[in-house]
């Protein structure tokens, strides 16, 4: 974590800015959830535990600093929600997401299933791929197993509907 955190302060440094306890307080929260997607008020919830004095402005200004440094992803997946991601520090850009419509779980897809189309592109287009994101939206497997019990429940109840048979 800590590797990581000197890197994006120098990051900051070479665009003239600093490394405040408040922004690293940030930095830190994010650091610590890297797995969620997580909006502004989520972010400064947890960083309130860590710094009380800190305030929603300022970690709204935090992330949209980052942001336009590309040290994060500002995502919204369709909700009207921002969310925010830590950029992986591989090599790697791919950043893919399953989400789902009905509970808004995201999850992500660690492939990178777009490689052989970024060849194309740059074959056929001379187009080199800097970055890219796919979203896909859906019902998650959670739901769809609550989905499928909630059927088998159904299904084991006498259908009250259903006029039983005369002998």
């Keep these: 974590m800590e590797a990581r955190i000197d890197k994006i302060k120098q990051q900051l440094q070479s665009q003239g800015y600093k490394l405040t306890p408040q922004r690293e307080a940030t930095v830190r929260v994010l650091l610590?959830?890297?797995?969620?997607h997580l909006s502004?008020?989520?972010v400064f919830m947890l960083v309130k535990d860590k710094a009380p004095e800190i305030g929603l402005a300022t970690v709204y200004r935090t992330l949209e600093l980052l942001s336009d440094m590309h040290v994060l992803e500002k995502m919204n997946f369709g909700d009207g929600v921002a969310r925010y991601d830590l950029r992986s520090d591989s090599t790697h850009h791919?950043?893919?997401?399953?989400?789902?419509?009905q509970c808004g779980s995201v999850d992500?897809?660690?492939?990178?299933?777009?490689?052989p189309l970024e060849e194309r592109l740059a074959q056929e287009y001379n187009f080199k791929v800097l970055d890219h994101?796919?979203?896909?939206?859906?019902?998650?497997?959670?739901?769809?197993?609550?989905?499928?019990?909630?059927?088998k429940e159904k299904d084991k109840q006498p259908d009250?509907?259903?006029p039983s048979a005369m002998i």
């Design 160 to 162: 009250k509907d259903k």
């Design 94 to 101: 791919h950043h893919h997401h399953l989400i789902c419509v």
């Design 32 to 36: 610590e959830n890297e797995e969620d």
């Design 133 to 151: 994101r796919l979203d896909f939206q859906g019902i998650c497997h959670r739901c769809n197993e609550k989905s499928a019990e909630q059927m």
């Design 108 to 115: 992500e897809i660690m492939e990178d299933w777009l490689g």
């Design 40 to 42: 502004a008020e989520d």
